[in-house]
């Protein structure tokens, strides 16, 4: 939810993000993540959206050795601008 209450986020498998309108519910962008994604968050600072995923953390934290990758992707909310940070898990 935003700082002001006014929209709302939710990330899913299909690999989006929506931002929603509180008020109408209605669709205000949709977040192509390229992944399907775990969770997002807004800023409550910023005007920044942060969403993450990659590989399922339950196939990554039952396979020992196994490497496993995740993304955390920083949208600005209205405009296009995207931020890609890689982290790769390694359990042993």
């Not at 509180?22 to 994604?37: A, D, F, M, Q, V």
């Not at 005007?47 to 050795?65: F, K, M, N």
Request: glycine letters at 8%.
């Amino acid at each position: 939810m935003s700082p002001d209450g006014t929209c709302f986020l939710t990330a899913s498998l299909d690999k989006t993000a929506k931002l929603w309108d509180s008020s109408t519910l209605e669709c205000i962008k949709t977040y192509n993540g390229g992944r399907p994604l775990n969770t997002c968050t807004m800023s409550p600072l910023l005007e920044h959206i942060i969403l993450g995923g990659g590989q399922d953390a339950s196939q990554v934290t039952t396979t020992a050795g196994a490497a496993g990758k995740f993304e955390a992707m920083f949208y600005h909310k209205v405009c296009v601008c995207v931020c890609v940070c890689v982290c790769v898990c390694v359990c042993v």
